[in-house]
């Protein structure tokens, strides 16, 4: 890189730190760069972005003061901060896995890793200058929104010999343009041009994501099935899965899906909420909470740290312990209870009384308190539902159901269900939890572990029919749980006994099986479930 070039270039540095900032001005001084700006936080350089025209950033990853230079590059891009015209380099001494997919998902132009000599930057920073300045003004039709001119003008490019060794960067620019212009079938073609010369995992997600639009969802999910193996594409591919799945109402698949993407690239914020809501929907409440929990903790130092955050964890755990054997609930509840600790530590100047009142007034009625917890309910502002957020609207809804105040709780859920309806950024996976969970809770007025004990109660004096129905709306409600799963499908097969098992109940059984054969067992529930096996075959 001639120092002839570099001196037009306007470069921004982004770090906390004095000493990698003087070393990295050290550098690209030596580099022939004179047009140097610096910011030590992320509100500093955001107001940079908005105001200066930059060809290069260099990023540290790690901005401790405020929030971590990742959230900020995630901010640049959600909010079209960021031109495609610009070079956007993140700097990290840390290159764990975790940190590497992170980074890698959000498709920065390049990543360093620290120690870096000024030969090893002038390399670098070369490849990826000479790819923006030759494709700059395909660049800045794309911020235009001109994804027409854009791609005639991409096709031009690549008829010139002189840019030969910027083709690869062009081609790939080509296939994401002909998606951008709704050209799907010369999108599919495109790729399977590229695929036959050499089999790019970039090509091979584009041809995926072509043959979706063009609706060929059966051959897409063959592809990604075989592209989730390879290291390279296995992100994209089980985000493109769970897509898939979710199109199909495959929660559970859809859940595990974004689950292993999650494994791969956790600091995902967007992902996790997805498979919050996921969770939500198929009854995980074992997933929820964990969930939650990691949005807790990969939020830290960035500008999505809120208070709703720990909240909703506690929130889970109840949820959790809803559907927990005794023991578990008293630890499930511990852990409740020290989240709202850490919300207050971490926030104290938050006042969020009512939204406390009610975690509390829920975990009351777990420890058999209910004139407790229905005292502490009375207390909530009822005329908040208009400005409550949609979690906090949500509890209340499962308080004064569990409390036996079954209007009240239809009213609050009727209100979120219409706020999700006018409010499409909720997502459609949270309006489906919602229509189901209002369907749920207008049909089934007793809590998962009240119908339980009511179903067994049943079941020992002999009311089979009465037994079967209680336990079968314990598993629509809990239908992850080993334990309904056995009462239910013991309850199936001593009925059957009396009487021929219909192709409901069969399905039902499956179901059962499933969740028994996918769950850990203890040693009491394991000689159960043999026992009964030994009916089944000719049950089913």
């Known amino acids: 890189m001639g120092k002839d070039f570099a001196k037009h270039i306007n470069a921004l540095i982004i770090d906390d730190q004095v000493l990698v900032q003087g070393y990295l001005k050290f550098s690209l001084q030596e580099l022939g760069f004179e047009r ?21 950033i260099l990023c540290s990853y790690d901005l401790k003061k405020e929030q971590e230079g990742l959230h900020l590059y995630q901010r640049l891009i959600e909010h079209r901060l960021l031109s495609p015209a610009t070079a956007f380099v993140f700097i990290s001494a840390d290159t764990s896995a975790e940190l590497v997919h992170s980074i890698v998902e959000l498709q920065p132009d390049d990543f360093l890793v620290k120690p870096f000599t000024v030969k090893q930057l002038e390399k670098r920073l070369r490849k990826v200058l000479s790819h923006k300045r030759a494709l ?30 910027h083709y690869p960067a062009a081609l790939r620019l080509k296939g994401e343009l002909l998606i951008h212009c709704e050209r799907f079938e010369d999108a599919r073609d495109f790729y399977q041009a590229i695929l036959n010369i050499q089999n790019f995992a970039w090509a091979q997600l584009g041809l995926i994501e072509a043959l979706l639009k063009l609706g060929q969802e059966d051959e897409a999910e063959k592809r990604l ?17 769970a897509d898939i799945k979710i199109k199909q109402e495959d929660f559970d698949m859809a859940l595990e899906s974004t689950l292993l993407a999650s494994e791969i690239s956790p600091r995902n914020l967007q992902r996790h909420h997805k498979a919050m809501n996921l969770s939500r929907l198929t009854h995980d409440y074992a ?9 807790v903790r ?61 975690i509390s007034a829920r975990i009351l009625y777990l420890q058999n308190e209910k004139d407790k917890a229905k005292a502490l309910i009375e207390q909530i502002n009822d005329d908040a539902l208009h400005t409550d957020s949609m979690d906090t609207l949500l509890d209340k809804a499962k308080a004064f159901h569990e409390l036996g105040m079954f209007e009240k709780s239809l009213h609050v859920m009727n209100e979120i269900e219409n706020r999700a309806q006018s409010q499409p950024e909720e997502g459609q996976i949270f309006l489906r939890y919602i ?11 007793q809590t998962p572990k009240a119908l339980n004990n009511s179903a067994v109660s049943f079941y020992q004096r002999g009311e089979l ?10 598993f629509r409600i809990m239908p992850k749980s080993p334990s309904i799963a056995l009462n239910l499908l013991q309850t199936i097969v001593v009925k059957g006994k009396e009487s021929a098992v219909t192709g409901n109940a069969r399905e039902v059984m499956e179901r059962c099986i499933y969740t028994i054969e996918n769950s850990d067992l203890n040693d009491e529930q394991t000689e159960r479930y043999n026992r009964i096996r030994g009916y089944l075959q000719e049950l089913l």
């Open 435 to 445: 229509q189901q969970e209002k369907s749920e809770r207008e049909s089934i007025r």
């Open 287 to 295: 997933t929820q909470f964990d969930v939650a929990k990691k949005i």
């Open 36 to 56: 140097i700006t610096y910011a030590d936080q992320t509100d500093k350089a955001i107001e940079q972005i908005r105001t200066h025209e930059f060809d290069l």
């Open 298 to 358: 990969y939020a830290r130092h960035s500008v999505h740290d809120e208070p709703e955050m720990y909240l909703n964890v506690a929130r889970a755990g109840v949820d959790y312990a809803m559907a927990s054997d005794d023991e578990q609930t008293t630890v499930l509840l511990a852990q409740s209870t020290d989240y709202l600790r850490r919300f207050r530590k971490q926030f104290p100047k938050v006042h969020m009384d009512d939204q406390i009142n009610v």
């Open 465 to 474: 029919d009465k037994a079967l129905s209680a336990f079968r709306q314990a």
């Open 136 to 165: 700059r003004d395909i660049y800045k039709l794309i911020e235009l929104d001109e994804y027409d001119k854009a791609l005639a003008q991409t096709e031009a490019f690549l008829t010139e010999p002189a840019h030969a060794e």
């Open 225 to 241: 099935l075989r592209l989730a193996l390879k290291p390279d594409a296995q992100l994209r591919a089980f985000d493109m899965l």
